[in-house]
T-cell receptor, first 114, second 113 residues
Framework: AQKVTQAQTEISVVEKEDVTLDCVYE???????LFWYKQPPSGELVFLIR??????QNEISGRYSWNFQKSTSSFNFTITASQVVDSAVYFC???????????FGAGTRLAVHP | DGGITQSPKYLFRKEGQNVTLSCEQN?????MYWYRQDPGQGLRLIYY???????QKGDIAEGYSVSREKKESFPLTVTSAQKNPTAFYLC????????????FGEGSWLTVV
C-alpha cells in the first residue's frame, strides 16, 4: 500500500540553525514521484519540490535541500540557516492510484524562533 | 492572475444545513481535487475529477457531494449527513498526468455552530 510517514510532529529551532525534516514512504510502484509542500499560517499549500524516483541526486534550492535515498525509502528536507519565515507545517506527499491523487504524511510543524 | 480561487474563506453553518464551497481554476487543468484537513492532521481526499461530468469518491466521501459541469469549476457541497464537518477544506488542480504537480487554493474554513 502507498504510505507516507513523517515521524516528527513538531520541531522547534532558533533562527540560523539547520533543520532536517524526515519523510519515509512506502510504495508498490517501480516508478514514482515524491513531493514536498509548505503550509504557512495562512493555510494555502505551497509547492516546494517534485522528485522522480529515477533521479537520486540531491537537490539544492537556496537554503533548501532535499536528500532522496531509494534504498531507505526516504526523502528528507533540510533547511539551512533557518529563518522565522520558515515557520510552517511541511508535508511530504506521494501519488496513489490513478489521476495523480496525492496521499500526504501527517506533516511536521516547524517553529523557528528569533 | 492565474491560479485556484476558493470561496468563501470562512463559513459558519448551522447543524442540519447544507453548504457549498466554491473552487474555480484558470490554469486549464483537467483534474481537480477536494481535500479535508483537520487540526494538526494531514490531508484526506474527499472527491476528485479528471474530466467534465465525471468525478470519483476519495477516501472520505460520505456526507459530501460534488459536480463538475465546467472544466474550471468543482464545487463541494457539505451535506447535513456529514457528522463532523468542521474542518479546513482545500481545493487543488493539476493536469492529472502521473507525477505532475498539483496546485492548491487558499482553502476554506468551515465551522458548524
Amino acid at each position: 500500500a502507498q504510505k507516507v510517514t513523517q515521524a516528527q510532529t513538531e520541531i522547534s529551532v532558533v533562527e540560523k540553525e539547520d533543520v532536517t525534516l524526515d519523510c519515509v514512504y512506502e510504495t508498490r510502484d517501480t516508478t514514482y514521484y515524491l513531493f514536498w509542500y509548505k503550509q504557512p499560517p495562512s493555510g494555502e499549500l505551497v509547492f516546494l519540490i517534485r522528485r522522480n524516483s529515477f533521479d537520486e541526486q540531491n537537490e539544492i534550492s537556496g537554503r533548501y535541500s532535499w536528500n532522496f535515498q531509494k534504498s531507505t525509502s526516504s526523502f528528507n528536507f533540510t533547511i539551512t540557516a533557518s529563518q522565522v519565515v520558515d515557520s510552517a507545517v511541511y508535508f511530504c506527499a506521494l501519488p496513489s492510484g490513478g489521476y495523480n491523487k496525492l496521499i500526504f504524511g501527517a506533516g511536521t510543524r516547524l517553529a523557528v524562533h528569533p | 492572475d492565474g491560479g485556484i480561487t476558493q470561496s468563501p474563506k470562512y463559513l459558519f453553518r448551522k447543524e442540519g444545513q447544507n453548504v457549498t464551497l466554491s473552487c474555480e481554476q484558470n490554469l486549464n487543468h483537467d483534474a481537480m481535487y477536494w481535500y479535508r484537513q483537520d487540526p494538526g492532521q494531514g490531508l484526506r481526499l474527499i472527491y476528485y475529477s479528471q474530466i467534465v461530468n465525471d468525478f470519483q469518491k476519495g477516501d472520505i466521501a460520505e456526507g459530501y457531494s460534488v459536480s463538475r459541469e465546467k472544466k474550471e469549476s468543482f464545487p463541494l457541497t457539505v451535506t447535513s449527513a456529514q457528522k463532523n464537518p468542521t474542518a479546513f477544506y482545500l481545493c487543488a488542480s493539476g493536469t492529472g498526468s502521473s507525477g505532475n504537480t498539483i496546485y492548491f487554493g487558499e482553502g476554506s474554513w468551515l465551522t458548524v455552530v
